[in-house]
C-alpha cells in the first residue's frame, strides 16, 4: 500500500492526509497541500523527493529565503546524504549537478523562465534547459507566498513556467 511504502521512511506515523498526498505522487501527479502551519506539509515534500531520488530521477526544492535554504539543504544531506544535496542560493552554489538542489524561489523561477524559452539557453549556461528538464519533482515550499504582494508574482511565474 501507499501508506506502507511511505511510512518505512519516517519515524512517526503518517496522517491520513499525508499518505493521500504522497499516494497522488506516487501515482505521478502534481500535488498542492494546504494545511495549517505546523500539521506537517513539509513531511509531503520530503516523500516527493524520496520518491524521486528512489527511481533515480533529479528533484529541486525552494525556499523564499537563503536562510531557509541553507537549514533545508543541512537537513537534507543528512537524510540523502551529502554527495546527494546541492545549493544554489544566487550568491553561492553547492555542490552543482546533485540529485536534488535546494534553491531559493527566485533561483528556480529565473531558471524556469530560461527553460520556457530554449533558444535562450547556451551551453555552459548556469540556469540552462538542461538543467529544469532533468528534473522529475519540484517542491514549492511556503506557498502561501503566493498571495502575497511584491513576492507573490514569483511564485506565479513558477506554476506558469513549470
Request: aromatic residues 8%; proline residues 2%.
Amino acid at each position: 500500500t501507499a501508506r506502507d511504502q511511505l511510512q518505512q521512511h519516517f519515524s512517526f506515523p503518517l496522517d491520513l492526509w499525508q499518505v493521500e498526498a504522497g499516494g497522488e505522487i506516487l501515482a505521478g501527479r502534481n500535488t498542492i497541500v494546504c494545511a495549517p502551519t505546523g500539521a506537517g506539509k513539509t513531511v509531503v515534500g520530503e516523500m516527493a523527493l524520496r520518491i524521486a531520488f528512489e527511481d533515480g530521477m533529479n528533484s529541486i526544492y525552494t525556499t523564499p529565503l537563503k536562510a531557509l535554504s541553507n537549514q533545508k539543504f543541512m537537513e537534507l544531506r543528512r537524510i540523502f546524504g551529502a554527495e546527494n544535496v546541492g545549493l544554489s542560493t544566487g550568491d553561492m552554489s553547492i555542490n552543482r549537478g546533485a540529485r536534488i538542489t535546494v534553491m531559493t524561489t527566485e533561483v528556480y523561477r529565473n531558471m524556469a523562465w530560461r527553460a520556457s524559452d530554449k533558444s535562450d539557453s547556451e551551453e555552459g549556461d548556469s540556469f540552462g534547459y538542461d538543467d529544469l528538464a532533468s528534473n522529475a519533482v519540484v517542491v514549492l515550499d511556503e506557498f502561501h507566498y503566493m498571495g502575497q504582494p511584491g513576492r507573490g508574482g514569483v511564485w506565479e511565474e513558477c506554476v506558469i513556467t513549470s
